[in-house]
């Protein structure tokens, strides 16, 4: 292994706190490699390895999540804050607020206070049907909700529809052209495209009537809706296609620059001993020999196929 | 009073959050910074209790001898140790280190170095790759069960081939050049459309639930 | 074969996964398509004067990062080439390292110093609440920034720019999701009347038409936008141009791998069909 | 007849005179919540009194009798899928409502009903809801405890565990109504395979389009509610529903009335004129 080691060394350090992507230390290189294959495991079957990756997330997404929440839910809003308003007391100066200066005692008396409430809600580890986390809980609710009334009613119903009071005609542009690649440009086209987004707006809106009488008219109408909501919806299928094949390729490439760049265990460059000894292909091959066995013992019975 | 406290206090708060919403006054801002700062605390000491549950579920599954017993302590064996590393960083129980120097030459040192090492070697390979299976499956997907059985999926899966082709050059030259101009009508004007009623509704979910909270009405939050 | 839904859906998997790799392994490159909303993007950045003020927000994890980091590596590069000072903010708890990360390797190529070129308020919990809280009280939002644990007041350009919003001249969030541009838009768009610029998953593209461009002053969608955007960059940027390349290598493989999805699903059908006949 | 200029004095004066009080660019908003809540209390005291708020006829609602139907006549188990959410999230809370419709109905036709869960709060609102649609069928008896199964926690094996349900019990329907994320994909397809008819809902648009490309039935967006309503009439919920409906009405009026006077008033030059007073109404 010292020699394996020494091998990477030679242009990769084996080992650096320091070393960020794209350029990962050796250690770091095949770590990546082995949990990213660990997943794509899973497409042949739920397997060991893939277990193991998740529990490995599971635990590590954890720990990272809990660890920002401590130190910027916490750490910064309360204790950073007091010690901040206590610097002012010294230095005389106001404590700002929404743009409005308080007294910075007043300040930490706020906070102090919102720390006993955010305790309160720790009784629940001991207690589960205590009543002391419901207080901080129901400011919370009452926050969220207003803040989501507000703010969505705002720019989700009565900005999109003052976004659409605008004319369906274009003075500016000529009426046609026989161009057929300006077509874009012309005043029809900008007339028809204008209508289509009122039209299509007011039908797909009028297939979520529920509670008025179904006349012929709201019938048809809504069945114009439903036209222009499958359109949406396919266009919201064509861009999950373009997204999900494009985390897919981002996984590849970073798995190919690990395959070479000085990870490789032994040789240079794009020689065949230097691809095999690279993270991603050793490690795949690993992978596949240990499923292929437990396969041939009959030891994955236990694992639920993929489909 | 057990209701009744609780009650108030999202009332109160939901009233004062909506009167800064519309209000001009220095007070109303004010009142608005605060509460907002408070529950930043409260959703985030929320946010702490759940790490609770899961290290009682893993010890018990653990202790009970359970299938993934080994995978539990794998488990717990990463979170617990990350977090001891990432709490020492916090506190400075571990040295910050220097990972550069700035323009005037002045040393940057870093108390995220070791989390920042983890995050990158196992985080964010595993995250990433979790999502990236679902390239695979979509494929499948569309091989054994997107059916063009209703006029409605027709429509969806022709405005899907469309987007998927006038999103690459590739799409475009094979369709002379068409497809992205079908897109851009599709997407400007009627995906517009659609999206907007769409919007709308959500809003319309949000401003009913909203409303109920704010006034008192609604109290299933309070029963679990 | 007698159904199709019967077939080991495996052989797609490889098929899908031998594709990508194959073209991967080609290193060929196509240029992305011209996309009226990326333009719009690049030109509302270019319009803004020297010292301009904006505050840059990352609202994603590495489950998103493909499509997003290369957005937000190029928009930081924009911004530091035309002397644009940033204020980086994340929303989602897993952003910090890549904010660290990007600007620590960025700036120093344009000789932005901290502090008074840009500043690091890092991480802020809560979705809506952190985004509204940050419209209204900068100070109260962020007790210390998250590279030096510093008050707020102690750096120049936070000093500057007071407790609100009101100096900040542009908002671009690169939204993954919740929370992101969407309520952007309802927390700070809307009330603060603040002009909003977003890169997104392609996920989330289709969503934005509704706003745009009377309440979103452009955006980018999924990778094919990226290139784009990343095209326009490098124009001006060399760092961007390797950048550039291997995201046009990603356009080569994308849109073969579309062609592939393309033809799973018509052969799929033409089975399913043909079966039913019978 | 109120002539242009007098009408922008009159709303200058208006604004005026609030602006102390009111931020006036945001006074649409107001307006907008105040008669969404008239409309919704006024429209759920109506209801609570009795007086019929009807509901259109959602298609996705005739498919789910006819699925669990056609599972009985196979003799095969129908399968409820809640979404994945936990809870606190409203769709989830209705999908209860109706998994206790969808009980009753199999414990009536004496089908085996299927209900796996990823959250263990969630398992115990599942229980309930069967439980209670059993009783509600008058077949207490029909409720079976090891049908209501905790699979697990993490989005993915959750999901691997609920396909595995769909190959190895073959329920002939599978009902997915509620949150869903990523996984939708998933589902949907091995259900497809599996030959089950099925009916899904969801109120999260970026999952739609793939219930709609591999279900039989799906209940789109708003709908979702809808149907909720219409199946346990729920004063509350009609409430809100035809107070949408009502400001829908409006939005869609404003939107043509809004156009038509931009459109007249096209060339227009500066200075007030109808169309620029009606869009300061949406502030």
């Known amino acids: 292994m010292t020699f394996l080691a020494q091998q990477a060394l030679a242009e990769r350090p084996f080992f650096d706190i320091l070393a960020v992507p794209p350029d990962v230390d050796v250690v770091g290189a095949w770590l990546i490699a082995l949990f990213t294959l660990c997943v794509f495991s899973f497409l042949y079957k739920d397997n060991p390895f893939y277990k193991f990756a998740e529990h490995v997330f599971v635990g590590a997404g954890t720990a990272f999540f809990t660890l920002q929440y401590y130190e910027e839910g916490v750490l910064e809003p309360v204790i950073d804050h007091i010690h901040r308003a206590s610097g002012l007391i010294d230095s005389g100066g106001l404590l700002m607020l929404g743009g409005h200066g308080i007294d910075p005692t007043l300040g930490i008396v706020f906070r102090c206070i919102a720390a006993a409430l955010a305790l309160m809600l720790l009784v629940r580890l001991f207690k589960a049907d205590s009543w002391a986390p419901r207080w901080p809980l129901a400011i919370m609710v009452g926050v969220y909700a207003a803040l989501k009334m507000t703010g969505e009613t705002q720019a989700k119903l009565v900005l999109p529809v003052k976004g659409m009071l605008t004319p369906i005609t274009n003075p500016d542009a000529a009426a046609w052209s026989s161009d057929w690649a300006r077509v874009e440009d012309t005043g029809v086209f900008f007339t028809i495209a204008a209508l289509v987004v009122i039209v299509g707006t007011i039908c797909a809106l009028s297939h979520f009537i529920f509670t008025y009488k179904r006349t012929p008219l709201l019938g048809g109408v809504s069945r114009v809706g439903v036209v222009v909501l499958m359109i949406t919806f396919g266009s919201m299928f064509g861009f999950t296609v373009l997204g999900r094949i494009a985390l897919l390729i981002e996984r590849v490439d970073s798995l190919g620059t690990l395959s070479g760049n000085g990870y490789q265990m032994m040789g240079t460059g794009t020689g065949t001993l230097s691809v095999m000894t690279s993270p991603p292909v050793l490690t795949a091959v690993l992978i596949t020999l240990v499923l292929v066995l437990r396969k041939i013992t009959g030891k994955d019975a236990g694992d639920t196929a993929s489909t | ?224 | 074969m007698a159904n199709v839904t019967d077939f080991d859906r495996r052989w797609i998997f490889l098929a899908m996964g031998v594709l990508v790799v194959g073209l991967y392994t080609t290193g060929a490159k196509s240029p992305a398509p011209q996309l009226e909303y990326v333009q719009a993007y690049y030109d509302v950045i270019e319009a803004l004067p020297d010292d301009s003020i904006v505050m840059l927000s990352a609202d994603f994890d590495p489950a998103s990062a493909a499509e997003l980091l290369p957005m937000y590596q190029a928009t930081i590069h924009h911004l530091l080439r035309k002397n644009i000072r940033v204020v980086n903010v994340a929303t989602w708890p897993a952003a910090p390292p890549y904010t660290r990360n990007e600007f620590n390797q960025i700036t120093p190529q344009y000789g932005k110093l901290y502090g008074t070129d840009w500043v690091e308020l890092g991480f802020l919990p809560g979705d809506d609440v952190a985004m509204a809280q940050m419209g209204a009280s900068l100070h109260s939002a962020f007790s210390t920034d998250s590279r030096e644990n510093k008050p707020l007041a102690e750096l120049p350009l936070m000093g500057e720019l007071g407790d609100s919003l009101q100096g900040i001249d542009l908002l671009i969030t690169l939204s993954a999701g919740y929370p992101g541009i969407l309520e952007w838009l309802a927390q700070v768009g809307g009330r603060y009347n603040m002009t909003i610029l977003t890169g997104t998953t392609a996920v989330q593209t289709s969503d934005l038409y509704a706003f745009y461009p009377s309440q979103l002053a452009g955006f980018i969608g999924g990778a094919t936008g990226a290139t784009r955007y990343l095209e326009l960059v490098s124009e001006q940027t060399e760092a961007m141009v390797h950048a550039r390349d291997v995201n046009q290598n990603r356009i080569m493989i994308q849109e073969w791998a579309h062609m592939l999805i393309l033809a799973l699903i018509v052969v799929g059908n033409v089975l399913y069909f043909a079966g039913r006949g019978k | 007849m109120l002539d242009v200029a007098g009408a922008s004095e009159v709303l200058n004066g208006l604004y005026e005179q609030l602006n102390p009080w009111v931020d006036t660019s945001k006074l649409p908003t107001l307006g907008c919540i105040i008669a969404y809540a008239v409309v919704m209390f006024w429209a759920q005291s109506r209801a609570k009194r009795g007086v019929e708020i009807p509901i259109r006829r959602i298609p996705g609602l005739d498919a789910l009798d006819e699925a669990i139907g056609r599972s009985t006549e196979m003799g095969r188990p129908v399968l409820y899928v809640p979404g994945i959410d936990e809870i606190k999230e409203i769709q989830t809370l209705y999908s209860m409502m109706i998994l206790r419709h969808v009980a009753r109905k199999t414990a009536e036709y004496g089908t085996e009903l299927i209900v796996p869960v990823k959250d263990s709060v969630v398992m115990a609102f599942a229980e309930e809801a069967v439980k209670q649609g059993c009783q509600d069928a008058g077949q207490p008896d029909a409720f079976i405890p090891d049908n209501v199964r905790y699979l697990s926690n993490e989005q993915f094996a959750y999901c691997a565990g609920v396909a595995g349900i769909m190959n190895r019990e073959k329920p002939a329907a599978n009902i997915m109504l509620g949150m869903f994320f990523a996984e939708s994909l998933i589902l949907a397809e091995t259900g497809f395979a599996s030959g089950a008819i099925q009916v899904a809902g969801t109120a999260k648009q970026h999952q739609l389009p793939f219930f709609v490309a591999a279900c039989d039935y799906t209940i789109i967006g708003e709908e979702y509610f809808a149907v909720t309503a219409y199946l346990t009439r729920d004063p509350n919920l009609l409430g809100t529903i035809r107070a949408a409906d009502v400001i829908k009405i409006v939005v869609i009026a404003s939107v043509i009335v809004g156009a038509a006077l931009a459109t007249i008033y096209v060339d227009a030059g500066p200075g007030p004129n109808w169309s620029t007073i009606f869009n300061r109404l949406f502030g």
């Open chain 2, 1 to 224: 009073m057990k209701r009744e406290i609780p009650i108030l206090l999202t009332v109160l708060c939901g009233l004062a959050i909506t009167w800064s919403f519309f209000s001009q006054s220095d007070v109303s801002k004010a009142v608005n910074a605060e509460l907002l700062a408070w529950a930043v605390v409260f959703f985030s000491v929320a946010f702490l209790l759940g790490i609770g549950n899961l290290i009682r579920i893993s010890l018990k599954q653990i202790s009970s001898g359970h299938r993934d017993r080994p995978y539990k302590i794998v488990l717990l064996v990463v979170l617990l140790g990350y977090l001891g590393i990432g709490i020492a960083e916090i506190h400075g129980w571990l040295a910050p280190l220097a990972t550069g120097t700035d323009p005037t030459g002045q040393v940057i040192m870093s108390e995220n170095v070791r989390r920042d090492w983890i995050y990158y070697r196992i985080f964010q390979p595993l995250q990433a790759t979790m999502f990236s299976l679902l390239a695979f499956y979509i494929a499948s997907a569309a091989f054994r069960a997107f059916r063009a059985r209703s006029f409605e999926a027709v429509l969806l899966l022709m405005a899907g081939a469309i987007v998927m082709l006038g999103q690459v050059p590739l799409g475009d030259t094979l369709t002379f050049d068409m497809a992205s101009r079908w897109q851009d009508f599709l997407m400007k004007y009627i995906n517009a459309a659609g999206q907007r009623a769409i919007i709308m509704g959500a809003a319309f979910g949000t401003l009913a639930t909203g409303l109920r909270i704010v006034l008192g009405l609604e109290r299933s939050y309070l029963s679990e």
